[in-house]
């Protein structure tokens, strides 16, 4: 693709209960996005293993381990950037929901550990608790594809928009989380959140679901999508397993912040939005 332009491919997967089946699935979908002209590829929230506390224990892995193996041999294949959606990573006596990024050389040149933890309780809808198995991670994540900075946010992570602000003041073009909604908050909550970082930051936005199973214990909203830097949705699948493609236009996107330049109009000596790490 000319100019200042990559294609990205979200990998809307069905998830099942075999973490085998799970990651040959992932493989033939890469080869697929990259046949067609894809650069950068990402996978849902925890693509290996089904969504729930009772499976991210049993289906915990070290980093590198069999998935992220996996991940690094695909991303070499097939010549992406792959962004390894998430997987359930065992560490330190701990389990952490860890979003690796793998170069074409097959090099993980990112690893993200999910911030802050789905723990909600929606009364007579939905309760979940992720911090009775998991731990948060503690920084921030940014990586360089050629063109393009990206940051990194999984699933509830969308929620916070400082960690938003904080890709976009550091140079981030693109955001993406993998994640898996539900289907009491994914309906009204999933796209809006996504069109609110794009636009205060006016950056790409993208977000990558499992395909919706109804026979699982928690059932993901789908709908994986891309916004645009103006806010509008410029891709979006339904609930089904797909591959969705969207294009990257980082011309267009110097172009939204040339019209409404509210970077550089920030009131600095009001506020202020700081990474601590930077402190
Ligand atoms: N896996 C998650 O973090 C789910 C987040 C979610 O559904 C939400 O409403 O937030």
């Excluded at 010549?79 to 952490?96: F, H, T, W």
């Excluded at 891709?235 to 969207?246: G, T, V």
Aim: charge should be negative; aromatic fraction near 10%; proline fraction near 5%.
């Amino acid at each position: 693709m000319a100019g200042r332009k990559f294609r990205l491919a979200l990998i809307q997967l069905a998830v099942g209960a075999s973490k085998t089946e799970n990651l040959q699935r992932a493989a033939t979908y890469i080869t697929q996005a990259a046949k067609n002209g894809a650069k950068i590829v990402a996978l849902p929230e925890c693509c290996n293993s089904p969504y729930g506390n009772k499976f991210f224990p049993e289906f915990a892995e070290s980093i590198p381990g069999e998935s992220t193996d996996l991940f690094a041999r695909s991303a070499k294949e097939n010549k992406v950037y792959l962004i390894a959606g998430s997987i359930p990573e065992r560490a330190d006596e701990k389990i952490y929901n860890t979003c690796t990024v793998f170069d074409p050389n097959g090099v993980m040149v990112a690893k993200h550990r999910k911030l802050h933890l789905f723990d909600i309780n929606i009364p007579g809808q939905i309760t979940f608790e992720e911090s009775k198995t998991l731990s948060s991670g503690n920084s921030l994540t940014v990586f360089d594809m050629e063109l393009c900075k990206v940051g990194l946010g999984i699933c509830y992570d969308l929620r916070f928009p400082e960690l938003a602000q904080i890709y976009a003041k550091e140079g981030c073009r693109l955001i993406v989380y993998p994640g898996a909604f539900n289907m009491t908050t994914g309906p009204l909550h999933w796209e809006l959140l996504q069109r609110a970082r794009a636009l205060d930051n006016q950056v790409y936005v993208a977000t990558v679901s499992p395909a919706r199973d109804e026979t699982a214990s928690y059932i993901a909203w789908g709908h994986s999508m891309v916004v645009d830097p103006w806010g509008k949705v410029i891709s979006e699948c339904d609930h089904k397993e797909d591959i969705l493609y969207a294009d990257v236009d980082l011309d267009y996107l110097e172009s939204v912040r040339e019209q409404i330049p509210v970077s550089k109009q920030k009131r600095s000596d009001l506020y202020k939005v700081v990474n601590c790490s930077d402190q």
